[in-house]
Every structure is written in C-alpha cells, then in structure tokens.
C-alpha cells in the first residue's frame, strides 16, 4: 500500500518536469512587404490590426533581417537556415531570381529544409502560396526542386512568382530585356536597310536584293519571337498548382487570396490529430496588385495599401481557426516578409506600388537597412510573454533551428548552419542575440558585415562595396528598376563604409578615423571574421546560372498535350475539392 503513493508521486514529478509538448506552427510571410507597413512598426495609415495583434500578444523584432535583400536567396536561406552562397542559390549575373517556370534551377535536392526535418517528426506539413526555388532539373516530370520534394506533404500556390507580366494591363517586368532584345535590334536593323536602300538609289552602292532580304528575315524573326514572348509568357509562367498537377492556368487573380487562405484554413481543420506546420506564403504585396471587391478601393494607400489589408484579413482567418479549435495556446506563429518593400515599383501611370521601409534607407535588391530589416513577429501564448519589444540582430535563418528544436529534430551535422536558435532570447533567458556577426549578401558577391561585439551595445555595419542610386539624390535605383550588385552599378569602398547602427539606423553619418578612434581595428576585425566566413564556402554548382535560368521547352509544364494552349480552369470557387 505504501508503494502506490511513491509510485504515484515518481510518476507525477515525472511529468511535470518532462518537456511541453511540440507545438504545430504556423509560419507566415508576406512577400515585398516593408518594414514600415505594420501598424505595430508605426504606419498609421495602413490598417493591419491582426499582424498589430501579433505583436501585442507575442515579441516584436526590430532587427530581423533577411539572409537576401532579393526573393529566390531569401527564400532558400529561410527554408534551409544557410546563406544561400551555400547552396548556390545566388546569382553571379544580373539576374537574381528565376522568372521561368521551365527554368532548371532550383533548390538542389540535397539541401535539408525545415519541412523536412519536421516531417521526419512526424508532423504535417503543406506550403500554401508562392514558392520560387524551382521545379525541375532534367524533365518535366522529374519535380527534383518542387515542394512536395522538400519535405511538404501538400502543396497549393506557384512554383514561381507573382509578376506584371502575369495580370494583363499591369505592364511589364522586362521593360529593359525589350529595350536591348528587340527595340534597339530592330531600329539598327531598320536604318541599316533604310541606309543601304538609300545608297542604292542613289548608286553609290550596289546592294544585292539578297542581303535586303536576309536583314527584312532577321528583323521579321525578332519580331516574331517578341509576339511570341508576350502571347505565351503568361500562360507558361503564371499558373497554379495543387502537389503535382496544374489547377489553373493562367492564373486568376479572382479571390485568389480568399481561395490561398481557405486552403490554408482547411490544411489546418484536417491537421488536428498531429502535430503541423503551415508555411503560409503570400503573393501580396508583390506586384501585380490585386485584392477582391471587399477591400479594393478601401485603402489610403491605393492597390498597394488595398492588397496589404486583405493580406491581414487572411492572417486574421488564420488566428480565428486556431482559436476556434483550441489550438492557439500550442501553437506558434511568426509573421515576417521576404525582404525590404520595393521602392522603385511604379507602374506604367506613375502610380507608386511599393511599400514603406519605415525610417530606413533603400529597399529591395539593396543591402541598406530598408532591404534587409523586416518585420518578424512570433506569438506562443504562455511560452513567450507577450508585448515583448526585442532590439537584438535576428536573422530569418534562425527559423530553422528554432523549429527544428520545438519539434524534436537535432540539426544537420553534415553542413554548417548559420540560424541560431531564437527561443532563449524569445523566453527572456538570454538578452542578446547569438549572432556575434551577420554577413549580407548583394547576389553572390559579400556586400556588408554586420558585428555585435560581446559587452557592448554598438552594432558596427561595414560595406565594401554600395549601390549607385539613380537619379541621383534618389533612394533607389530608379533607371534600372532595381539595383545591381557589381560593374558599374556599385561603388567600391576602401576602406569599408563603416556605420554604427544602434546610433545612425538611418546610415547617414559614415564614420572616420576622426570620428571613431577605434576605426581601423574595428574593421580589422571584420575582415578577419569576413575571411574566415569566406573560407567556409563550399563549392557548389550555381542554381542562378544563365543556363539554369533559362527557359527549357523540355521543362515546360502544360495542363493541355496539345502544342502551347495551356489554358484550363479546374479551381472550385464555391466547393472545395474533394481529396
């Protein structure tokens, strides 16, 4: 008799001092949205009370920053918790993203991702939105860089991107590939022959009808091939899938965001007998703009603000669900974007289409606080306190680790992973962050260092090379849409522009022997530490290539047999689809 009480009590303490258990999480991520946009960043005039909830009820990051000021980079260091140098998914050229779908670049198969460490956890996974790390390698049926190839047991979105090109009437992303590819072709090639004609008449020279015609050929060709481009690129781009099979294509913008977040809604619903992980990725607020009748028009801020407040109604579905089935105590969610809202997107009216980046200086495709540092906000009732304000460097790397570690996954010992693990400084039982230095990335080419020194609350930012802002006095690379990475477009700096951002966030005031007496050994020590991050990059091949970018018939996906027609519609707008 007297075994049972201890037998009780052994089990008892037993379980009060086992661990908590593994929480579903739900990761959300807008795409192109600024650091400026949230109310709980301080915008006014954008209305985003559930992403503001967020905030209230969890830890709002002020210095969250994006491994990659550009999407694709982002995205792979977000999913793999590694630089994306690493894995070869930054570009040496001036192109930084795919925009093919039947491009055979991709996240390589030998990468480990979140999803499928959590999944080898026996959790449910599904990705639901835009994807944009690849598809194929070899064939259009091989799937070597899709979703469901990565660790996701469900996938519904884009394998590529929202984009201009894909929403008629909203213009164009290749504005500059025309201009180079066709329209100056064309008019070298109409003054020749319009020289040459001249020339004939006159009989100055003899020119043979043949070479008349071989130009008239050439011209007729290009012609041919840009008409080709326009007439085909949005069907073969700019389609939907459900796992392996294309649901709409082209893409309809009609309720897209209510159909992505009624997807995501029921993945959760059917969810509940094990542990999940959404990662719910948004089209919004890239350009194209779109929103639905119920909040187009209603912004302050045009299609831009419209877009950004139906992204928040869909981030409100989501906490509705998991309140209305109790899982919001278990369940913990992050709110981030890919990168700096885009501040060059004006389309064909003039109309401004991109976000804010709060207080700091240029945008997307830049290395300046406004194209890195991003909103990151997490909410775990009970487990991190709320209305927590946490100013320490954070990188959206140090995703993985994070959620590796909730679900009970040890890391990868075979690679470096550069993430650090967020939940003692999320807990309080850590006050800064374990990133001593953070390594920012313009495409391949080492941009800045950023360093943390122990026992200090400066924060040293150094750049070695800055972008050419144009026109100048602008804050962005207006001329080119967006900015580049080497050439003529950069400024090189030696010594490194050096900043102290914990007192110039803005980066107004660079710093000089005169200003900083410890100047040179400071950016000793970054270059030391720059050097030996350097010499821990493997050589691998690059996914970002010009021949991985290009596209590939052989790759091409189409819901029709038949030539290029690639048009069908089998989305469900008023039942879901039985699965």
Aim: hydrophobic residues 40%; proline residues 7%.
């Amino acid at each position: 008799m007297r075994v049972l009480p201890l037998l009780l009590l052994f089990l008892w303490e037993a379980q009060s001092h086992s661990a908590p258990p593994r929480p579903n999480i739900v990761l959300v991520m807008a795409d192109d949205l600024g650091i400026g946009d949230p109310g709980c960043y301080g915008n006014r005039t954008l209305r985003t009370p559930n992403i503001d909830r967020l905030a209230k009820e969890g830890a709002k990051l002020t210095q969250h920053l994006a491994a990659s000021p550009l999407c694709t980079p982002s995205r792979a260091a977000f999913m793999t918790g590694r630089y994306p140098v690493r894995s070869g998914m930054a570009s040496w050229y001036r192109a930084g993203v795919f925009v093919f779908t039947a491009a055979s670049g991709g996240l390589p198969p030998s990468e480990i991702t979140f999803a499928r460490l959590l999944k080898n956890q026996g959790y449910s996974t599904a990705l639901i939105g835009k994807w944009h790390l690849g598809m194929n390698c070899y064939n259009k049926t091989d799937f070597c860089h899709h979703p469901l190839h990565h660790g996701f047991d469900y996938f519904y979105g884009l394998t590529m991107t929202n984009l201009r090109d894909c929403k008629p009437g909203e213009g164009t992303v290749f504005t500059m590939a025309f201009k180079k590819l066709v329209f100056i072709p064309l008019q070298i090639l109409g003054i020749t022959v319009l020289t040459l004609a001249v020339l004939n008449c006159l009989g100055l020279l003899r020119v043979p009808h043949t070479v008349f015609f071989c130009l008239l050929v050439l011209a007729g060709i290009i012609l041919v091939v840009f008409l080709c481009f326009l007439h085909y690129f949005r069907p073969l781009n700019c389609f939907l899938m459900r796992n392996y099979e294309i649901t709409q294509q082209p893409m309809s913008y009609d309720n897209l965001t209510q159909r992505l977040t009624s997807e995501a809604v029921h993945f959760i619903r059917r969810s509940t007998e094990r542990p999940f992980m959404l990662f719910l990725s948004y089209l919004h607020v890239h350009t194209a703009h779109f929103s639905n009748r119920d909040f187009a028009g209603k912004s302050r801020h045009g299609k831009y603000g419209d877009a950004a407040e139906e992204m928040d109604w869909s981030v409100g579905q989501i906490l509705n669900v998991l309140e209305e089935l109790r899982l919001a105590d278990n369940t913990l969610v992050y709110f981030t974007s890919d990168h700096g809202a885009h501040v060059e997107e004006v389309n064909i009216k003039g109309e401004v289409h991109g976000g804010s980046n709060g207080i700091y200086k240029g945008g997307k495709a830049n290395n300046w606080e406004g194209g890195i540092r991003v909103p990151g906000v997490l909410r775990w009732p009970g487990v991190i306190r709320a209305g927590q304000v946490i100013h320490a460097p954070t990188s959206n790397m140090d995703i993985f680790p994070t959620v590796a570690k909730l679900a009970g996954s040890p890391l990868p010992e075979d690679r470096i992973i550069d993430g650090r693990d967020l939940m003692p400084l999320l807990q309080g039982k850590s006050q800064r962050s374990d990133h001593e230095f953070l390594f920012h990335y313009c495409n391949a080419y080492l941009n800045a260092v950023r360093w943390h020194p122990p026992n200090s609350t400066a924060i040293w930012k150094a750049f070695f090379f800055t972008p050419k802002f144009t026109p100048e006095g602008a804050n962005g690379c207006f001329s080119t849409h967006v900015c580049f990475c080497f050439g003529k477009f950069v400024t090189h700096h030696d010594p490194p522009l050096l900043f102290d951002i914990s007192k110039d966030p803005r980066e107004r005031n660079p710093l000089t022997p005169a200003t900083e007496p410890r100047f040179h050994e400071i950016l000793k020590v970054m270059q030391a530490a720059a050097d030996e991050h350097t010499r821990s990059l493997p050589e691998v091949p690059n996914q970002l290539s010009l021949g991985n970018q290009l596209w590939k018939p052989w790759l091409q996906l189409c819901c029709h047999s038949s030539g290029l027609s690639c048009q069908c519609d089998r989305e469900k707008y008023d039942a879901r689809v039985s699965r």
